[in-house]
């Protein structure tokens, strides 16, 4: 338990250093041209972008609460495709980063404190926080032309569903043997929030 709780302290102690790589550029910082990388750079972002990667592992240990979790889950994808889609027609999100790094941090509180949200409640946060992270991912492929883009798309909801859902897996077996590492986990979350949080704030120097 204490060498859990080790790793996942390095695991945000990481995310502060960083740096550049909160940009979530899989393509070198340019537009996917093919559908081939508009596939890879979808299934890649989420991987390499900290702070994603973190909240789609918290949507799914706490849509594991829930006998039809799954759906949960669904409907955060479905948030986060549109959130991409309004990026995509000009919608704006002032200090966007800002409020990843906060839906992240609450994600993990709300593990952290093993609070217990009503399916509905827990649909609505998905959503909201589905959308925002959508809108951030949405940045990266701003511009590019439809098949890259559509390849993008599918890239971007087959990694998350497949995060979320092996997520839900792993934390039901924590849930019917020790709990508390899910709550360390929420911790480990949560303070990958903060440390983006600070890289957002904090000027560099």
Same mark, same amino acid.
């Given at each position: 338990m204490t060498a859990k709780a080790i790793? &996942?302290?390095?695991?945000?102690?990481?995310?502060?250093?960083?740096? @550049?790589a909160f940009a979530h550029h899989v393509m070198d910082?340019?537009?996917p041209g093919t559908f081939t990388q508009g596939l890879l750079s979808g299934l890649g972002h @989420?991987?390499?972008? &900290?702070?994603?990667?973190?909240?789609?592992?918290?949507v799914g240990c706490l849509a594991a609460a829930h006998p039809k979790g799954w759906g949960l889950i669904i409907g955060f994808v479905v948030a986060m495709m549109a959130g991409v889609g309004a990026h995509l027609q000009g919608a704006t999100l002032p200090g966007a980063e800002?409020?990843?790094?906060?839906?992240?941090?609450? &994600?993990?509180?709300?593990?952290?404190?093993?609070?217990q949200l009503s399916a509905a409640v827990a649909l609505v946060l998905f959503v909201a926080v589905g959308w925002v992270h959508g809108y951030a991912l949405g940045e990266s492929i701003f511009g590019a032309e439809q098949t890259p883009l559509v390849a993008y798309l599918i890239g971007l909801a087959v990694i998350q569903s497949a995060i979320a859902f092996a997520a839900m897996r792993v934390a039901l077996l924590l849930i019917q043997g020790d709990a508390l590492r899910l709550r360390l986990i929420g911790?480990?979350?949560?303070?990958?929030?903060?440390?983006?949080?600070?890289?957002q704030v904090v000027p560099a120097g």
């Open positions: 790793r &996942l302290i390095a695991l945000a102690a990481a995310s502060l250093a960083a740096g @550049p910082g340019k537009l @989420p991987v390499i972008g &900290l702070d994603h990667f973190a909240s789609v592992v918290a800002i409020v990843v790094a906060g839906t992240v941090i609450g &994600l993990g509180a709300i593990m952290l404190t093993h609070r911790a480990g979350i949560a303070g990958i929030g903060i440390a983006i949080l600070v890289q």
